[in-house]
């Protein structure tokens, strides 16, 4: 009986978002290790570009010379023909956000019928794609420009330019604080983000009404 209750309680869902090299992916393992499911949309979007699926087949029809050789898809190479072209950005936008969002939902309903009473979502681009209506509430992790530049170039090896550019693709921090819902600063140390995280994630836990 009291499964049965918690099985019809309706999940509740967090967008985990902020700039690249923010720290997104360090907030979400500690969000795991407090026993919440956390789903990576860069996990999904290369399940649904996998070799075979639909939208893998889509893109090969559209940009054969992004094809490997095993029948799959070089990111890095798809990367370069759709950022050297508005069109084809968008075309290809049309094709893995519709599947990424359709593995979310499928995943996040798994979770709902295991009896989760929350789940996150870690997704960099979630105000730019208007995702945040289809979640309870937007947790932001922040971190200074200065302070991502920094981790970018020291984990993935970037030319001060190169990261840069990459920065700027993505919306100010400024404007992604105005619409999130909580904030995890993140420009200390990880000591100091494991605090910030036990402060803000209680906040998070008590307003959605869940129990720690
Ligand atoms: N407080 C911190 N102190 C030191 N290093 C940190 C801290 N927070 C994160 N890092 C490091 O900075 C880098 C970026 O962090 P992380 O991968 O969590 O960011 P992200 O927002 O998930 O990045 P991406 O946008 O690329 O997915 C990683 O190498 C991580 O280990
Ligand atoms: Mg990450």
């Given at each position: 009986m009291e499964k049965e209750k918690l099985m019809r309680r309706k999940m509740k869902r967090v967008a985990l978002t902020g700039g690249i090299a923010s720290g997104k992916s360090t907030v979400s393992a500690l969000i795991r290790q407090a026993g919440v499911p956390v789903a990576d949309a860069d996990v999904l979007c290369r399940q649904v570009m996998a070799p075979g699926t639909e939208a893998a087949r889509k893109i090969l029809n559209l940009w054969p010379q992004a094809g490997t050789q095993d029948g799959g898809i070089d990111r890095a190479e798809l990367a370069r023909i759709v950022f050297a072209d508005a069109s084809a950005r968008q075309m290809e936008a049309g094709i893995v956000l519709p599947a990424i969002q359709s593995a979310f939902e499928a995943w996040a309903s798994e979770r709902a019928s295991e009896g989760a009473a929350l789940c996150v979502y870690d997704a960099a681009l979630i105000f730019e794609h208007g995702l945040e209506r289809e979640f309870d509430g937007v947790l932001l992790v922040a971190a200074d420009e200065s302070v991502q530049l920094e981790r970018l170039r020291a984990?993935?090896?970037?030319?001060?330019?190169?990261?840069?550019?990459?920065?700027?693709?993505?919306?100010?921090?400024?404007?992604?604080?105005?619409?999130?819902?909580?904030?995890?600063?993140?420009?200390?140390?990880?000591?100091?983000?494991?605090?910030?995280?036990?402060?803000?994630?209680?906040?998070?836990?008590?307003e959605l009404g869940i129990s720690s």
């Open positions: 984990r993935n090896a970037l030319t001060e330019d190169e990261a840069r550019r990459r920065l700027a693709a993505q919306w100010p921090l400024t404007d992604k604080q105005k619409k999130a819902n909580w904030v995890i600063f993140n420009n200390g140390s990880r000591e100091a983000l494991a605090r910030e995280f036990a402060r803000v994630w209680a906040e998070v836990l008590s």
